[in-house]
């Protein structure tokens, strides 16, 4: 089944204590993203990947990080968590498509809340 | 900076009712639409999506929408809506750029359906 993972899906942390979110896809896609997702505002992207080695910021990538050290997996890093990223977080993947016809796969979404 | 609105953030509907949530977009080049819905406590599900041909879509649950090229808009629609419709509704356009497609979405629409 294709599917994108994340783990863990719910998290509980304090101030300043680094954290990382996984994100596997079984599709062997090459395009990746974390979005954070926010009352009021929809989702907005965090960063990106276009492949292996390949990232680039989104429209919200202050306070985290990522990497894309093999083309299944997108960890979310926060290496020092603040309140304000306390958020619904999700991966998605689709192809690098050659056609703008390709819709993104999401994942089922990371709660997190930071104390 | 390209954009996407969407009119009604809640929206409170009894059962049979008809629905219509409102998105508009401002961007002139080629988009390509879609409608996501959330569930409560759920990830985002595809519910519908434009790329081209005829600008009425049908998606799944009985929802369609209509894209209105000279109004930048893509209403979603559903004739009778049942109380299990109640969810969050995102609008989201992609933008072909680069290579890669990036969403970018609404703010969203909550719906609750009263029985």
């Known amino acids: 089944e294709a599917q994108v993972t994340q783990n863990p899906r719910y998290l509980i942390t304090v101030t300043g204590k680094k954290l990382t979110v996984t994100c596997s896809q079984n599709m062997n896609h090459e395009y990746m993203s974390w979005y954070r997702q926010d009352p009021g505002l929809g989702l907005r992207q965090i960063y990106y990947s276009m492949n292996v080695e390949v990232t680039d910021k989104g429209d919200v990538p202050e306070g985290y990080k990522v990497s894309r050290k093999e083309k299944r997996n997108f960890p979310l890093i926060l290496e020092s968590p603040s309140p304000n990223q306390t958020s619904l977080y999700f991966c998605?993947?689709?192809?690098?498509?050659?056609?703008?016809?390709?819709?993104?796969?999401f994942g089922p979404g990371t709660r997190l809340t930071v104390l | 900076a390209q954009s996407v609105s969407q009119h009604n953030h809640h929206v409170i509907l009894s059962e049979a009712a008809s629905l219509e949530l409102g998105c508009n977009y401002s961007?002139?080049?080629?988009?390509?639409l879609f409608w996501y819905v959330q569930y409560p406590g759920q990830h985002l599900q595809l519910l519908l999506k434009?790329?081209?041909?005829?600008?009425l879509v049908k998606g799944i649950k009985g929802f369609e929408a209509e894209f209105i090229k000279s109004k930048f808009s893509f209403n979603l629609r559903k004739p009778s809506v049942q109380w299990s419709d109640t969810a969050e509704y995102f609008c989201a356009v992609t933008l072909f750029s680069g290579g890669y497609n990036k969403l970018i979405f609404g703010a969203g629409t909550r719906l609750a359906v009263h029985p």
């Open positions: 961007y002139g080049g080629t988009v390509n």
């Open positions: 434009y790329f081209s041909g005829d600008p």
């Open positions: 998605a993947s689709t192809r690098l498509a050659a056609s703008p016809t390709d819709t993104q796969y």
